[in-house]
C-alpha cells in the first residue's frame, strides 16, 4: 500500500538553529513530491514540487531535496515566523490522488 | 485571482442532519479536490474531479457522501445523515492542469462539527 511518512512529528528549534524535516515514501511509482506548510485553521499552502531524485529546490530560508526513498526539507537559520506544520504529499501512478503525510510541527523560540 | 473559496468557514450541526459545503476553485483550474483532515493528520483524499467529471472516489468514502461539480466550475460535498464522527476539517483545493500531478492550492477549509 503506498504510503508517506514525516519525521519528526514535532521540532523545536531557537532561532537561527538550521535543521531537516523528513518525509519517507513507499508508493508504486512517484509522479511527483510537494511540500506544504500549514498554519493552524487554515488550508495547506504550497511550497515546493520535486518530480525526480537528486531535484533540490529553494525558498528563501527552505530547500527541499528528493532521492530515491526520501525527500528533505531543510530550514536554515528558522525564525519564530517559520513556525507552522509543515506536510509532504506524494503524487502515484495509476491514481489521481495525493499521499500526505502527518505533518512536522515545527516551533521555532525567539 | 482571488485563490480557492469555501463556504461556509463553520458548521454545526446535530447528529442525523444533513449538510452541503461549497467550493469556488481557481476559475482556470479545470482539477478539484476534496480533503478531510482531523487533528494532527494531513488531508485525507476524499474525491476527484477534472471539469464536471467525477474520476476517482476514496474507497473509505462512505455511501452518505456524495460530491457534484455542475458544469465544471464550483462544487458541492454534501454529508447526508451526519455522524460525530464525520466531525473535521474538510478542505477543497484547486489545479491547473491535467495529464500529470501538479501542485495544488487549497481554500480556507470548512470545519464540521457535528454535536
Known amino acids: 500500500e503506498d504510503q508517506v511518512t514525516q519525521s519528526p512529528e514535532a521540532l523545536r528549534l531557537q532561532e537561527g538553529e538550521s535543521s531537516s524535516l523528513n518525509c519517507s515514501y513507499t508508493v508504486s511509482g512517484l509522479r511527483g513530491l510537494f511540500w506544504y506548510r500549514q498554519d493552524p485553521g487554515k488550508g495547506p499552502e504550497f511550497l515546493f514540487t520535486?518530480?525526480?531524485a537528486g531535484e533540490e529546490k529553494e525558498k528563501e530560508r527552505l530547500k527541499a531535496t528528493l532521492t530515491k526513498k526520501e525527500s528533505f526539507l531543510h530550514i536554515t537559520a528558522p525564525k519564530p515566523e517559520d513556525s507552522a506544520t509543515y506536510l509532504c504529499?506524494?503524487?502515484?501512478?495509476?491514481?489521481?490522488?495525493?499521499?500526505f503525510g502527518t505533518g512536522t510541527r515545527l516551533k521555532v523560540l525567539a | 485571482d482571488t485563490g480557492v473559496s469555501q463556504n461556509p468557514r463553520h458548521k454545526i450541526t446535530k447528529r442525523g442532519q444533513n449538510v452541503t459545503f461549497r467550493c469556488d476553485p481557481i476559475s482556470e483550474h479545470n482539477r478539484l479536490y476534496w480533503y478531510r483532515q482531523t487533528l494532527g493528520q494531513g488531508p485525507e483524499f476524499l474525491t476527484y474531479?477534472?471539469?464536471?467529471?467525477?474520476?476517482?472516489k476514496s474507497r473509505l468514502l462512505s455511501d452518505r457522501f456524495s460530491a457534484e461539480r455542475p458544469k465544471g466550475s464550483f462544487s458541492t460535498l454534501e454529508i447526508q445523515r451526519t455522524e460525530q464522527g464525520d466531525s473535521a476539517m474538510y478542505l477543497c483545493?484547486?489545479?491547473?492542469?491535467?495529464?500529470?500531478?501538479?501542485?495544488?492550492?487549497f481554500g480556507p477549509g470548512t470545519r464540521l462539527t457535528v454535536t
Open positions: 483545493a484547486s489545479s491547473p492542469a491535467t495529464g500529470t500531478f501538479y501542485e495544488q492550492y
Open positions: 520535486l518530480y525526480s
Open positions: 504529499a506524494a503524487g502515484t501512478s495509476g491514481t489521481y490522488k495525493y499521499i
Open positions: 474531479f477534472q471539469n464536471e467529471a467525477q474520476l476517482e
